[in-house]
């Protein structure tokens, strides 16, 4: 059965089970740590995280123990890195793509993305988000001189806990639609690639919202990052977080 004649059936029930979801999932917060700075020893390189809440860290403990800062404990060994993050709790590809071009410019050499989750519960369409995540990609290469672009897929929603069912379900679906069609518009012969994300996502990790990444997915995520930049940039260490 296709997801709209699904959501046209369950429309009522999922709306209820989104509104009691939004109440009884605990809130966390981004974590607290340096969104911008400088580490490590070697050839220099420009890393900029742009994202949602995982992105930005949600779920983690610190920065440190965040995306952000597992990619740079990645590459602070092989690398002089300057970093930084741009990423907002609710953020969607189409407020991400609003916000960095309002923002002054400043160079990069490689960027991690980490969005499409809000785009799921935003209901919006394979075809609007690839759009949208290919003007996001243009705008990162024309305004910030991004070479090279690691496009984090989708985590598997379907395995998120916080959700009930059928919600679990129909959110996880989604998920895999967007993933699909984002996958298949990449690699765009201009630097962006796709990674593939938490293919076997299990409860252990998951943060304890059931919602966001925990610490261990954090640091699977931020180290095929550093993996991916560094085979494009320097020597690799690291595998895919699949």
Not at 13 to 33: F, N
Not at 42 to 47: E, L, Y
Not at 59 to 73: H, N
Not at 175 to 201: K, T
């Amino acid at each position: 059965m296709k997801l709209p004649i699904v959501k046209g059936l369950l429309g009522p029930i999922l709306l209820a089970q989104g509104h009691w979801v939004r109440r009884r999932t605990p809130v966390l917060p981004e974590p607290e740590g340096a969104r911008e700075g400088i580490a490590g020893e070697g050839p220099k390189i420009r890393v900029l995280v742009v994202g949602d809440s995982a992105g930005a860290g949600v779920g983690a403990p610190s920065q440190e123990k965040a995306l952000l800062g597992r990619i740079v404990a990645g590459l602070a060994g092989r690398f002089h890195v300057k970093y930084r993050l741009v990423a907002k709790t609710g953020a969607t590809t189409a407020s991400a793509l609003a916000h960095l071009a309002k923002i002054p410019a400043f160079h990069v050499d490689a960027v991690v993305v980490s969005l499409g989750v809000n785009d799921v519960t935003g209901d919006v369409s394979p075809a609007d988000f690839i759009e949208r995540q290919r003007q996001l990609h243009r705008l990162l290469r024309e305004k910030f001189g991004a070479r090279y672009i690691v496009v984090s897929g989708l985590p598997p929603m379907g395995s998120f806990t916080a959700l009930p069912q059928p919600l679990r379900w129909y959110l996880g679906a989604r998920a895999r639609e967007l993933d699909l069609a984002l996958a298949a518009s990449l690699p765009d012969g201009h630097g962006a690639h796709y990674m593939p994300l938490f293919r076997g996502l299990d409860a252990s990790l998951l943060a304890v919202d059931g919602f966001h990444p925990g610490p261990l997915a954090h640091a699977k995520w931020g180290a095929a990052a550093a993996d991916r930049i560094a085979k494009t940039f320097g020597k690799s260490e690291a595998d895919d977080c699949a």
